[in-house]
């Protein structure tokens, strides 16, 4: 436990950054009173922030283009979460928490609609669009031809039109 000279409250260790110059090794004020100050110190020194970001972009350009080269499928996986998460909070469905390990284990799994392992997304049995929500238990694995048939459809709606299909092609 530690006080907090900012805020005056106890909190416990793990509440304070890592600081080994300081003799217990944390940093004097919490996590919250330095995000607090930091954010002011921000607002008031707008353009030196926006200079400093700018320089640091550009003295370490190279760094961050090899690790976005090397990193690509990553970056593509983030920026799908932020969108589910966007979407999701936009129609006010709600976020839960999809793991990384869930994730993998879902885009390792075959395609529901037509069993290819190529090209796997993960999809919504009930879109968002229709009030589903980006859980574990409301994504399914498809390939990217399955998942642009299906649309915002549900997955039995989906289902029910490919078997349709499925049927009409072998009665002919």
């Not at 300081?22 to 110190?41: I, P």
């Not at 690509?72 to 979407?87: F, M, N, P, Q, V």
């Not at 799994?109 to 069993?115: A, F, T, V």
């Amino acid at each position: 436990m530690k006080r907090c000279p900012a805020c005056n409250l106890t909190k416990p260790a793990s509440e304070f950054q890592c600081n080994r110059t300081k003799a217990d090794g944390l940093q004097s004020h919490c996590r919250a009173c330095m995000n607090a100050t930091n954010t002011r110190w921000r607002e008031a020194n707008r353009e030196q922030f926006r200079e400093a970001v700018r320089v640091s972009a550009l003295k370490h350009a190279d760094r961050v283009a090899a690790w976005r080269a090397a990193n690509a499928e990553r970056i593509t996986e983030l920026g799908r979460e932020a969108s589910w998460k966007y979407k999701a909070r936009k129609r006010a469905n709600g976020i839960f928490v999809v793991t990384d390990k869930d994730l993998r284990r879902l885009l390792q799994s075959p395609c529901i609609g037509c069993g290819t392992t190529e090209s796997i997304v993960p999809d919504h049995c009930i879109p968002i669009s229709r009030g589903g929500r980006t859980s574990i238990g409301n994504l399914i694995p498809l390939c990217k031809t399955c998942n642009n048939r299906k649309r915002s459809r549900f997955l039995f709606e989906w289902k029910q039109i490919m078997n349709a299909r499925s049927y009409a092609e072998v009665t002919q």
